[in-house]
């Protein structure tokens, strides 16, 4: 029988989900074992199949034009797409800049900066433009939320494990407490 193909992708992000990922520790063996991973931040190969996967998992916000096209893609190529961690489920710590305009944050990021000489705004056409920060569920339609910042590998765990063996995990309360 085919393994379940999963894909993971990071957009605005600290890297903490992912980390939270690995801390899975020696049951990661166990999950590769149901699993297929056909790209992650953390492989050789960063974008999901054209062919497309059963879940695709994204941690972070979106908040530049880079993001909106990583979300997209992953939406497009996955049956179960999972909103993982704060950042990807409430927009994260990133949306506090939103009570801004963009123009006054970049201002106060590149220019009125103690650590900043020149006070260059990048702008190059071949970068990322930023854009206010949303959550994924703003931009894609979401079918798995795991809070958390970041989720405890044994939820991680938990919801990969419950899509791997078919079922849509439920995550109760006693799986979104965090001390
Ligand atoms: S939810 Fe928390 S740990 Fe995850 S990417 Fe955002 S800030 Fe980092």
């Known amino acids: 029988m085919m393994k379940p193909k999963i894909a993971t992708d990071w957009l605005a992000a600290c890297a903490g989900c ?3 990922l ?3 520790d ?3 063996i166990e999950l590769l074992q149901k699993v297929e991973l056909t790209s992650s931040p953390l492989t050789d190969l960063k974008v999901p199949p ?4 059963d879940v695709g998992l994204l941690t972070g916000a979106v908040n530049n034009d880079d993001n909106l096209h990583v979300a997209r893609r992953m939406r497009q190529r996955s049956r179960i797409l999972v909103a993982c961690g704060d950042c990807a489920v409430f927009g994260g710590i990133i949306r506090m800049r939103n009570h801004w305009p963009l123009s006054e944050a970049l201002e106060a990021a590149y220019r009125d900066n103690p650590s900043t000489v020149e ?3 990048p702008g190059a056409p071949e970068i990322m433009r930023p854009l206010p920060d949303r959550s994924v569920g703003e931009v894609v339609k979401v079918d798995v939320y795991v809070p958390g910042c970041p989720p405890s590998p ?5 919801v990969l494990n419950e899509l791997a063996e078919g079922r849509i995990p439920a995550l109760d309360e006693s799986r979104l ?3």
């Open 119 to 121: 006070g260059l705004i």
């Open 50 to 53: 054209e062919s497309g996967v």
């Open 154 to 158: 044994e939820v991680i765990f938990y």
């Open 18 to 20: 992912h980390m939270s």
């Open 22 to 24: 690995l801390d899975i």
């Open 26 to 28: 020696e049951k990661l």
């Open 177 to 179: 407490n965090y001390d």
